[in-house]
């Protein structure tokens, strides 16, 4: 309400960022962009913070868009932003909440002593960047064109993989052996073509050497279904160079314990169902 006497003590924002893909290729119905090109964070409310906790609301997704939508107004459409932008997303709405460091339970490989390292996490925002999207991959005589997958389409990947694990989650307790071989191979098979599914979907386009270029998910994913083993493995490979030089970086910690001292590496990623807990 314009008019609420009180709107002056409404919560700020508390944080600029700027997307690590730069956001220009969002259309203004996902972000109205500031000049500036840095949007405000603001803090969490008392229900983002409940919502934020809500087991079903987490399980499909809407916790999160309601989450993004309520702390950055200038997203309109927490669905489409690419996979690329979501960890500084929710980096940011957890710093404008005041909370400098994250506490990260670690194990050492070398003396296996259990310890919490702080990392800093407002820190963790500089050294969040897109992959090189921009240069198609040759392989035969194609050229292949990625794209980072927008939140929907994560969304619905972690569903099915889900639904996958859940289904032949009791295999190994299975007695009949023949029956068991048969369902291990069954659920293979299926987290295979899920794996296709969504690598297809990381392909915006492949072009022919007769310039003849391809975006249609059906043929795309025919393509990357029928490709030999090699083919596949480049385009699997190369999707995962570039995702990882976009996801956040491994921890370098040293083992808390003084006699001990190994220096090691944990991989560190967001799971937005115990990020804001």
Not at 6 to 17: G, N, T
Not at 107 to 131: A, E, R, Y
Not at 169 to 183: F, T, Y
Request: hydrophobic share 35%; charged share 25%; proline share 5%.
């Amino acid at each position: 309400m314009e008019n609420n006497p009180l709107r002056q003590f409404f919560r700020r924002p508390a944080v600029q960022i700027k997307l690590p893909s730069g956001g220009k290729q969002y259309s203004a119905s996902v972000l109205e962009m500031p000049e500036s090109g840095e949007l405000p964070v603001y803090p969490m409310t008392a229900i983002d913070e409940i919502t934020s906790r809500t087991p079903d609301a987490l399980f499909n997704g809407t916790a999160l868009t309601d989450l993004i939508q309520s702390c950055v107004p200038a997203i309109k459409d927490p669905w489409n932003l690419e996979s690329t932008d979501i960890d500084a997303i929710l980096i940011a709405i957890k710093a404008a909440g005041g909370k400098q460091d994250l506490e990260v339970e670690t194990v050492c490989p070398k003396c296996k002593d259990q310890s919490t390292f702080k990392v800093n996490i407002v820190g963790m925002l500089s050294t969040l960047k897109s992959g090189d999207f921009d240069t198609p991959l040759q392989v035969q005589n194609l050229k292949v064109k990625f794209k980072p997958l927008i939140y929907k389409e994560m969304n619905e990947g972690g569903l099915e993989q889900f639904t996958i694990t859940n289904k032949y989650r009791n295999l190994n307790n299975m007695e009949d052996v023949a029956e068991r071989n048969k369902l291990t191979t069954t659920a293979i098979k299926e987290i295979t073509i899920l794996t296709m599914k969504l690598l297809s979907r990381s392909i915006e386009y492949i072009e022919t050497d007769e310039e003849v270029r391809v975006s249609e998910f059906d043929f795309i994913f025919e393509f990357v279904s029928s490709a030999d083993k090699k083919t596949f493995e480049s385009l699997r490979d190369h999707h995962t160079a570039i995702k990882s030089s976009s996801d956040l970086k491994p921890l370098d910690i040293t083992c808390a314990n003084e006699e001990c001292g190994h220096k090691f590496t944990q991989p560190f990623s967001i799971n937005p169902t115990d990020f804001f807990a």
